[in-house]
């Protein structure tokens, strides 16, 4: 801040100018810091309700889960084995069970508890995603995928890998939604060097990486720094609540990965989620012997 004054003698002649120059640089960064807190409050207040009401229905709605899954369980016994509605009526089923292991994620969030992670082949994952969205997604979007098919564990939480998938997918269908498009999902083992990083919140290692591409209308450089806040969105009303993108990088970070994003207008987006690879493979299970199996039985249980 610069502030000047001309001084005159008796007769009202300049005589010279006086400034007073301030460094408002500490002042400034408080005032940022202050109103980047002010955000953060409110984002948490938001969070905090969407906790409690999240809480309130998820019961509710595991009930109609269960109706779902019940009943499909009761179609599948009385179709023949040879009928062609099987295969989709096992996807209901698939589906509900991941819807149920969502609803167990939303009231784990409410009671902020920590979500359990076990040794994941991640391909497994993503074909069995790739598989529910594409009976989802119409045929003027084209899939395109290259997995990887040697062994490639991570430490996740499967629905959660699957949620990942599911958001970035969808954002790429919306994006390509009025032309159509292709949508590319790639997966493969990389190690990342110092010299070499995409993210500076990476530790060097090896990890498995995770493209989903699209051919869609792009990420305008004014809001890229954005794309990742919750609430924040570019859809229309109805179409999108700005979770999708907000959810994937906060499970990245949660695995201790992170989500990297390459994009142009009208040119398209690409996707990078970055998550730790157990170098050693699948840890290995401890054999139970005949003493420590569980009695069995016989019967019908209700």
Known sequence: RVNGSLLRDKKGNPLHFIFHIQDLTAEKAAEDDKRQLENQLRQAQKMEAIGTLAGGIAHDFNNILSAVGGYTELALLKLPEDSDIRDN??????????????????????????????????????????????????????????????????????????????????????????????????LKQVRLVPAQMPSKELDPGEYAC????????????????????????????????????????????????????VSEPEAGSAFYVYLPALTSGQPELEALDAETLPPRGSGVVL
Do not use: W
């Open 89 to 186: 009526l096992s996807n209901v089923k698939q589906a509900a069970a991941r819807a149920t292991d969502l609803v167990r994620q939303i009231l784990a969030f409410s009671r902020q508890a920590e979500h359990e992670k076990v040794s994941l082949q991640i391909s497994s994952v993503v074909k069995e995603a790739l598989q529910l969205l594409r009976a989802s997604l119409p045929a003027m979007i084209d899939i395109n995928k290259t997995i990887d098919n040697a062994p490639l564990f991570i430490m996740a939480d499967p629905t959660q890998i699957h949620q990942i998938v599911m958001n970035l997918a969808t954002n790429a269908y919306h994006a390509m939604e009025e032309a159509g498009g292709r949508l590319t999902v790639k």
């Open 210 to 261: 995770l493209t989903v591409a699209d051919t869609g209308c792009g990420i305008e450089k004014g809001v890229m720094d954005k794309i990742f806040d919750p609430y924040f969105t570019t859809k229309d009303v109805g179409k999108g609540t700005g979770m999708g993108l907000a959810a994937a990088y906060g499970t990245a970070r949660n695995h201790r990965g992170s989500v990297d994003v």
